[in-house]
């Protein structure tokens, strides 16, 4: 049957201004770096971004090379996007990402302009799309001067291939020495994509600072540390979970005694809050009104449900985040 988009998608929850830009993104964005390749089934994939849709999130989040294999969550998305969504086209911010491997030979990585133009072109295809809301650099390339990065990224949007350009894994001062470079072309740089968790939280020394007197948004990718920050693994490692994925960045060996010990101290204070621990954990980086948007990945819709509820979740006290504090360290 035809998918038709539920009328009340937008009364969820507040958009969020991407920095001092115009572009509003939702506290919760999907990402499709796992669970949308063609190793996954479509039909949930299908699933879990229309019912997002539903839900209001309105910024989907790919690369050039999720999958696994590399591009297949581009080429599904597209899919999913011509047959489930192309009437909402204008309602979608998609973004889409190079500077990781993709292909071989020389060109087939990095920050030149060589791969960057060949990977937005390739993107597009797979995507079945004219352009792309956002286009980031991946991650800062040390043998490629930045100029012509962002040169390139200037020419993306200049040949309308993407609206807004942003970096990801780019250090503080590599984002300020590519803001000044872009702001002279007067190229939309409006976000900075970093990883950030409760237990990753490098951002907050400096870079969440200077975003800010910037003017730029941020968005956190991996906010509940791939699944450690669920009830994913309390109690075993179960074999549908992505630690057990051959394909995956977390293995096994990373669900250590000590990470456990953290996750249940963790655990007990969502239990008193009345939430889950997910749910806890996005709360916990979206209460910093620096953050744009946390970009989640879900295997399902339930996981994407129970992460949409952080955004009523009921403030901290200082005590729960001293405890919390106390926890992670
Ligand atoms: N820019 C970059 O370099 C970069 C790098 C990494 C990611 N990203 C972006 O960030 C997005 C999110 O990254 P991520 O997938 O690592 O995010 P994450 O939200 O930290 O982890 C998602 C995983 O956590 C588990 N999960 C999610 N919600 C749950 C819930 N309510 N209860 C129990 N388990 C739950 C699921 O694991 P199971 O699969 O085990 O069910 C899910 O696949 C990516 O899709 C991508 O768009 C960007």
Redesign the pocket.
Known sequence: MKYKADKNRYSHFEYNRCGKSGLLLPPV????????GFVDDFKKAEEIVTFAFDKGITHF???NN?GPPAGSAESNFGKILKNQLAAYRDEIIV?T?AG?YMWEGPYGEWGSKKNIISSVNQSLKRLNLDYVDIF?S??FDPNTPLEETMHTLDLIVKQGKALYVGV??YSVENTIKAYEILKKMHTPFVIH???Y?MLYRWVEDELLDMLEEKGLGCI?????????????YLNGI?D??????KD???HEKDITAEILSRIKALNNIASRREQ????MA?SWILKDKRITS???????T??????LKCINSVPFTDEELSEIDQALN
């Open positions: 964005s999907l990402g499709l770096w796992h669970n949308f989040d790919l690369a999720y973004s990402k990781y980031y991946h991650r990801s894994n994509q970093p990883k968790s956190c990718f991996s906010p509940l540390a791939q699944g450690i920050l669920t009830n994913r179960p549908d979970s992505r630690a057990k994925k995956s960045f977390l889950s621990l997910a749910q996005l946390v970009l989640v990945g879900a295997s399902s339930a996981q994407l449900a129970d992460n």
